[in-house]
């Protein structure tokens, strides 16, 4: 009797551990093998700036997938930017509707990630010996997981599991016209500070009698603009060792170097300076014009840059002539330049069929092949995420025809792509968790709001700092972030039905015992008298 209860006891504790860790196993068993007697129907939503050379990419993949895998249907759905693709990924997850594949980004997936068992964890999945990266069951030559760029596949790392692989990346790279710096009296360094970047645009806001700038004899000159004033922002915290975020979800950005760097840009544009892509327009397009020295945008944004760039948005009557220069953003410390790692990756969304997560992973899987890294790699300034794809010859012959054409091997874009490429160490990301995004979004809100105030001829000063960071904190809920060591132990509601129950035989078990006890105390002092 003594045994069983201590053995039912162990059996119900062993039950309710495991009930407790449900959340953190891997949200799926791995299938012995693929079902090719079964027709399975996935879905992939992906992202291009309406670059039709990007989706035929796309296209071709999933049709050289298909005929790899004759019996996995890919249906693909486009949309023209991440946004669009995270609303309607958190829709469709109230609904059940979630695509198979998804191009986003980690900031995104954490938000997905607070349903349950809504996205994949891959840790087990990529090494599994079958179906694994480089798997004895992959049916195509696929990146073994050491093949993989290892910064970039720490990007897509967080929360204790791998719930995303890298598909394409990119950094931030200033474009400058090199011509009008030298003609301003500046020599252009190899890597610029803000300092220098500033000296140089204030001095190009120096006017004609009739009004035009000295520098480019128009009436329009908007020295220096930035496309992204999330990544400025984050960037120049980021150089400086100053707060932003951490791991754990901690909002740190409203702090006093950030309040010192709005100050500094608020300066700027009083002198018109400085602007925005929310403000202004593109910037390549002030580039090209000859109304911009220094804009700054992503590499996967090269083909836009430059007099002969091959993808323009401005007439060619409109066009000036200038030498382009792609140099590393500005740094506080050129010694140690530090530059944002950025771009698209790839999630597996859960289904209840193991058979489907499958046929999905493997199609994953395929979008790190060679052949897609590469033709896609080239369409623009981004670079392939497997040493696989970057060391094989193809991609190196590439490399090696910088300048050779105006279109496939643009000058500018290659330059760009080398940028990224030679400097992976000297790049960085910024913590995951719910509510990363949103963050981000404010960031850029700081400087956009300080931008549109001075314009507007306000004042901008203490109490102006004081309202803003309250009105941004509110504006995108960062009060409501709760910081995992705290999410921990939050409450987390009533115990599942099955919870309660285990507890109360558990608290049957122990009874028993006690009485079971209690009984043989009770017959040795019988016998004792």
Not at 381 to 404: D, I, M, W
């Amino acid at each position: 009797m003594k045994k069983l209860l201590f053995a039912l006891l162990a059996l119900l504790m062993l039950t309710l551990s495991g009930c407790h860790g449900a959340r953190d196993r891997l949200s799926f068993e791995i299938p012995s093998e693929l079902d090719t007697g079964r027709q399975f129907e996935i879905t992939f939503w992906a992202k291009n700036d309406t670059n039709v050379t990007q989706a035929d990419i796309y296209r071709k993949a999933i049709a050289d997938f298909q005929e790899i895998y004759p019996n996995i249907t890919v249906n693909m759905r486009l949309y023209t930017d991440y946004s669009r693709i995270y609303n309607d990924v958190i829709t469709n997850i109230s609904t059940g509707t979630t695509p198979n594949v998804c191009i986003t980004y980690p900031d995104h997936i954490a938000t997905y990630l607070t349903g349950e068992n809504i996205v994949v964890p891959l840790d087990e999945l990529m090494v599994d010996s079958r179906f694994g990266l480089g798997g004895s069951q992959v049916r195509f030559d696929s990146p073994k997981k050491d093949e993989i760029i290892p910064e970039f596949l720490a990007e897509c790392s967080f929360g204790g599991h791998q719930y995303a692989l890298p598909y394409m990346r990119s950094t931030e790279a200033c474009y400058v016209n090199k011509t009008f710096v030298e003609k301003l009296g500046f020599e252009l360094p190899e890597v610029m500070t803000w300092d220098f970047v500033w000296q140089v645009s204030e001095a190009a806001m120096a006017k004609n009698d009739d009004g035009t700038f000295k520098v480019n004899g128009q009436k329009v000159l908007i020295p220096f603009i930035y496309k992204s004033t999330d990544n400025m922002m984050i960037q120049m915290l980021h150089q400086l060792d100053a707060g932003y975020s951490d791991s754990a979800g901690n909002v740190l950005i409203f702090n006093d170097t950030t309040k010192s760097l709005l100050e500094e840009i608020a300066g700027h544009v009083k002198t018109g300076a400085f602007s925005t892509f929310k403000i202004s327009s593109y910037p390549a397009n002030f580039l090209n014009a000859g109304q911009c020295i220094f804009a700054i945008d992503s590499t996967a944004g090269a083909t836009w840059m430059g007099s002969h760039a091959p993808l323009l948005d401005i007439s060619e009557d409109a066009l000036v002539e200038f030498e382009t220069a792609v140099l590393p953003i500005p740094q506080f410390d050129t010694e140690n330049i530090s530059m944002i790692s950025q771009g698209p990756s790839i999630c597996l969304f859960n289904k209840e069929d193991p058979q489907e997560v499958l046929a999905s992973w493997l199609f994953m899987q395929y979008l790190l092949s060679n052949e897609v890294q590469i033709s896609y790699s080239c369409t623009e300034g981004y670079v392939p995420v497997t040493s696989k794809a970057q060391q094989s010859p193809e991609y190196q012959e590439y490399l090696s025809r910088e300048g050779e054409d105006g279109t496939d091997h643009y000058e500018v874009k290659l330059q760009a792509a080398k940028l990224l490429l030679q400097n992976p160490d000297k790049t960085f990301v910024t913590p995951v968790f719910n509510g990363s995004a949103s963050l981000r979004s404010a960031a850029g809100e700081l400087i956009e709001t300080v931008v549109k105030s001075i314009r507007r001829k306000q004042t901008v000063d203490d109490a102006f700092f004081q309202k803003l960071y309250s009105d941004t904190a509110a504006l995108y809920h960062l009060d409501q972030i709760t910081p995992q060591e705290q999410a921990q132990s939050r409450d987390l509601g009533p115990l599942p039905a099955a919870s309660v129950a285990l507890l109360a035989a558990l608290a049957l078990c122990w009874l028993g015992i006690l009485i079971y006890l209690l009984a043989e105390y009770g017959k040795k002092r019988k016998a004792r008298k």
